[in-house]
Every structure is written in C-alpha cells, then in structure tokens.
T-cell receptor, first 115, second 114 residues
Framework: AQTVTQSQPEMSVQEAETVTLSCTYD???????LFWYKQPPSRQMILVIR??????QNATENRFSVNFQKAAKSFSLKISDSQLGDTAMYFC????????????FGKGITLSVRP | ETGVTQTPRHLVMGMTNKKSLKCEQH?????MYWYKQSAKKPLELMFV???????ENNSVPSRFSPECPNSSHLFLHLHTLQPEDSALYLC?????????????FGSGTQLSVL
C-alpha cells in the first residue's frame, strides 16, 4: 500500500517571497505519478502540477516548481513570488501506473500568504 | 470553474433522513469519482465509475449508495447516516480512469449529520 505524508500542517509566507511545501511518500512501485492539488476557500480542488516518476527533470508551471527526489521518495512544491491568491490548502497525491490504480492523498497543508 | 457541478452546496440531515447528492459534468469525461474529505484526514476515495460501470467500492458502508445513470451524472444516495459521516463530499471526473489523468473536482457538498 502507498502512503503520502505531509508533516507540516500549516505554513505562512510573506507576499512576493518563496515557500516550499514538503511531501514524502512510500511505495514499492517504480512507475507512478505525483501531483500537487490546491484547494482554495471555494473548496474546488485544482491541479497545480504533475510529475512523472520516469522523468528526471523537475516539472515547472509558471511560479510553481517541484523538487522530485525519487531515491529519497520526496516531492516538494516550491511557490515563487507568492501571491495572496495562493492562500489555500495544498495536497500532495500519488498515483501508481497501471489499471485500477487509485489516487492516494496526503492530509494537506494550509498555506497562508500575508500581505 | 472546472466544469464539475455539485448540488447542494450544503446539506444538514438527521440520522433517519434520506437525501441525495448530485454531481454533473459536461466535459466529455468517462470516469467519475466520489471522495470524502474529513478534517485533518487525507481525502478518501469512496467510489469510481468508468463508462457508467462501478469499478471501485472502497469498503464504503451500505448507507452510502452511488448511482451513475449516464456518463455525465453521478449521484450519492444517503440513508440512516451517522454523525461521523459529516464531511465534505467531493465529486471528480477524468477523461479516462488511468493513472496519469488529471482529475477535475467540483466544489463539494458540506454534509452535517445531526
């Protein structure tokens, strides 16, 4: 079974600064996908970024980038130039490749961006 | 707006009531999901439907009964719930039920069981 651990329950960052959210996972699979989802106060979960385990290059989406360390089973999210609209809960998720797989989420972290 | 609509947004019900949650997507997706989100716990997958066929029932009590009449609609019928069932229930859809597919979520139904 896979587990996803987000050990920090909440973080705070000053607007325009950079913040890193941590995530570790445990699996015996070699091929899988990792995701970060954002849940703002509107409650609608939105995909922020996706990483394929077979790719060594870290995924980047505008101000969002990941630091994927496969051997360490670590998948952190870096948010650069933080904006007030980044205030939300962030969930790390793991999805093994293959049929009938299911997405496993971490408990989430609450990020507050201070003006 | 992700294209997945859930109603109602809030629901308060007694333990003897029967109610239904509704989810609708017009994204042309073939897979739909019900998740339960409780405070300080990871999202829990409840049910998965692929091409209107239930492919996953994640040990959910029978007081939760899903229904998928077509690929655009998904229901969760509730009866004789318990207070511990109070949570945010999220619906999601994806193009196919494969591991690299992006999930599109609705805004959820916040359920309170009294």
């Amino acid at each position: 079974a896979q587990t996803v651990t987000q050990s920090q329950p909440e973080m705070s960052v000053q607007e325009a600064e950079t913040v890193t959210l941590s995530c570790t996972y445990d699996t015996s699979e070699n091929n899988y996908y990792l995701f970060w989802y954002k849940q703002p106060p509107s409650r609608q979960m939105i995909l922020v970024i996706r990483q394929e385990a077979y790719k060594q290059q870290n995924a980047t989406e505008n101000r969002f980038s990941v630091n994927f360390q496969k051997a360490a089973k670590s998948f952190s999210l870096k948010i650069s130039d933080s904006q007030l609209g980044d205030t939300a809960m962030y969930f790390c998720a793991f999805y093994p490749a293959g049929a009938n797989s299911k997405l496993t989420f971490g408990k989430g972290i609450t990020l507050s961006v201070r003006p | 707006e992700t294209g997945v609509t859930q109603t109602p947004r809030h629901l308060v019900m007694g333990m003897t009531n029967k109610k239904s949650l509704k989810c609708e997507q017009h994204l042309g997706h073939n897979a739909m999901y019900w998740y339960k989100q409780s405070a300080k716990k990871p999202l829990e997958l409840m049910f998965v439907y692929s091409l209107e066929e239930r492919v996953e029932n994640n040990s959910v009590p029978s007081r939760f009964s899903p229904e998928c009449p077509n690929s655009s609609h998904l229901f969760l019928h509730l009866h004789t719930l318990q207070p511990e069932d109070s949570a945010l229930y999220l619906c999601a859809s994806s193009l196919r039920q494969t591991s690299n597919e992006k999930l599109f979520f609705g805004s959820g139904t916040q359920l309170s069981v009294l």
